[in-house]
Structures are given as structure tokens and as C-alpha cells.
């Protein structure tokens, strides 16, 4: 009883997730603090999971480890969503009223569509972001950060550097006519499986599930000790994109990181994008 209460969690965190959307009311939407309360709400619900039915004991969280997570989960829905606003969502509604651009069929959609698709679109270019970064040395330098983590937990899908997280938040949906509602669905939708996929649970989801969202299982293969067992899912919140572009790879792993599993310090992942840099000038002036 309790592997299958476990087992339909997930499935059944997103159908309630959008449940909710369907029918909150319009201030609730309009107000931004409620997106931002749901998600904190989700991961503080598989938080507890973790302590209720962990799945690798080598995971277990550490007061060290929460209080960077968090920082690091507070500084994406801070200062990373102020400016993936002002520098890529604002210029391309700008851009798409210039041009005179309009999707009012979106609008008509059922709501359920309307949250497929943004769902889509976010992930699509995630999916394409993410592929670049394992395969491209300047991008994997931005998300490298992120595979250094030792081990997996529900907030670990927010760690990286800066300049990662803003890049792979990057996406078409400013440019589609869609009701607030829709996106904060999908944007809480992908909340709940991206934390799943990341988080210390025993919460093996049906196979239905695993066929089109990404899992723990899966994820964690992607986060593997070699560089080069990670080239493989990296659907975000979609591995259904892995099955489709030939990168889906199955397995699990519980040793999870790089470089001889080394742990990087915060100020040490804002570095590290900008090490191959600071090498030449300190071999220029001399140093070691």
C-alpha cells in the first residue's frame, strides 16, 4: 500500500496543481506572490517526503546543504526572474507588439492545452539550452556549477551559477497571447516535476508517468561522476524530448557529481564560468 500511495504522488501533484489554476480566483492570479507561495508550498511538501521515505541515505540533506539550496532558490525567484524579465521577456513583448505579432487562437484553447503548450515551449528550448551547455565548453562552464552538487535533493534543481540560470530560463512564451492563469499552471506544473526529478524520494512513478516526464531515476543518471555518462536526458521536466531527439538514456545512479566529486562553495560557482580567465592573468603575473 504504501509503494503505490508513494508510486501516483507525482501524477497526483500535478493533476491537483491543475486543478488549482483551473479554478483560483482571478486575484489570486493576479497576484504574483501566489505562484511564488505554491512552489515554496511544493517543495516544502517533498522535503518532507524525503525524510518520510528517502531513497539513497548518502543523500541525506544537511543543515549546510538546505541553507545553500535556499539561497539558491530564493536568488532564481529574485534577482534571476527580475532580469530574465527586463533583458529576454519585455523586449520580446516589444518586439512582438512592433511586428504586429498575435496568437488570439491561443486564447480559445481549452485550458488544459493552453498549459500543455507553454509547458512545451518552455521545455523545447530548455531541452535545446541544456543540450548546448554539455556540448559547447563556454556553456558548460556556465552549467557546470550545477553538476558539482554531491548530492540530490528537492531544491538542488536551482543551483548553478547566475549566468546558467538565466540562460536556461530563456524562452518563446512572451511571444504567444495566453490568460496568466495557463503559464502560472504550466510554470507550477514544471515546478512540481523538475523537483521531483531532483528530490531524495522513494517515489517511483508509473510507467506511463516516466514515459513522458523526467524522474529521478533518470535525472540522476544525467547527473553521473563522467562528463560523458551526463550527455544524455536532459529534459528538464520533459524527457519525452530525450525519446524523440535519441538522448534518452535509462539507469539510475546515487554517486552523483564532478571532478573527483568536489563540492563547490557558492562563491566558487559564481567563479567558475570565469576560471580558464582568471588563469592566464594570474599566469601572467606569475602565480602558481
Given amino acids: 500500500m504504501k509503494k503505490i500511495l508513494f508510486s501516483y504522488i507525482q501524477p497526483a501533484m500535478v493533476v491537483a496543481v491543475l486543478?488549482?489554476?483551473?479554478?483560483?480566483?482571478k486575484t489570486w492570479v493576479e497576484n504574483a506572490w501566489t505562484l511564488t507561495?505554491?512552489?515554496?508550498l511544493t517543495t516544502l511538501f517533498v522535503l518532507g517526503l524525503e525524510w518520510l521515505n528517502e531513497r539513497h541515505a548518502s543523500w541525506r540533506l544537511t543543515k549546510k546543504e538546505f541553507f545553500t539550496d535556499l539561497f539558491y532558490m530564493v536568488l532564481s525567484m529574485t534577482a534571476i526572474a527580475w532580469v530574465?524579465?527586463?533583458?529576454?521577456e519585455d523586449p520580446l513583448i516589444a518586439a512582438k507588439h512592433a511586428l504586429g505579432i498575435t496568437t488570439?487562437?491561443?486564447?480559445h484553447l481549452p485550458f488544459v492545452v493552453q498549459v500543455a503548450l507553454v509547458v512545451f515551449l518552455v521545455e523545447f528550448g530548455q531541452y535545446w539550452?541544456?543540450?548546448?551547455?554539455h556540448n559547447y565548453t563556454p556553456f558548460w562552464l556556465t552549467h557546470a556549477p550545477h553538476h558539482h552538487i554531491t548530492q540530490l535533493n528537492a531544491m538542488k534543481g536551482a543551483v548553478g551559477n547566475p549566468i546558467e540560470l538565466f540562460l536556461i530560463s530563456l524562452s518563446v512564451v512572451a511571444l504567444f497571447d495566453l490568460p496568466l492563469a495557463a503559464m502560472f499552471c504550466a510554470f507550477h506544473v514544471l515546478s512540481v516535476?523538475?523537483?521531483?526529478?531532483h528530490a531524495n524520494t522513494r517515489c517511483d512513478p508509473p510507467r506511463w508517468y516516466a514515459f513522458f516526464f523526467t524522474t529521478i531515476q533518470n535525472h540522476s543518471l544525467h547527473h553521473s561522476v563522467g562528463y560523458e555518462e551526463t550527455r544524455c536526458n536532459y529534459g528538464n521536466s520533459l524527457i519525452l524530448l530525450d525519446r524523440i531527439f535519441g538522448t534518452f538514456r535509462d539507469g539510475e545512479a546515487e554517486l552523483v557529481g564532478q571532478d573527483e566529486r568536489r563540492r563547490l562553495s557558492i562563491g566558487e560557482q559564481m567563479l567558475f564560468p570565469f576560471q580558464p580567465l582568471i588563469a592566464k592573468i594570474r599566469a601572467r603575473r606569475g602565480y602558481a
Avoid: N, Q, Y
Fill in 129 to 133: 539550452m541544456h543540450r548546448l551547455m
Fill in 193 to 197: 516535476i523538475s523537483t521531483f526529478a
Fill in 37 to 40: 507561495i505554491g512552489i515554496s
Fill in 19 to 25: 486543478f488549482f489554476w483551473a479554478f483560483v480566483p
Fill in 104 to 107: 488570439e487562437w491561443a486564447m
Fill in 84 to 88: 530574465t524579465a527586463r533583458l529576454a
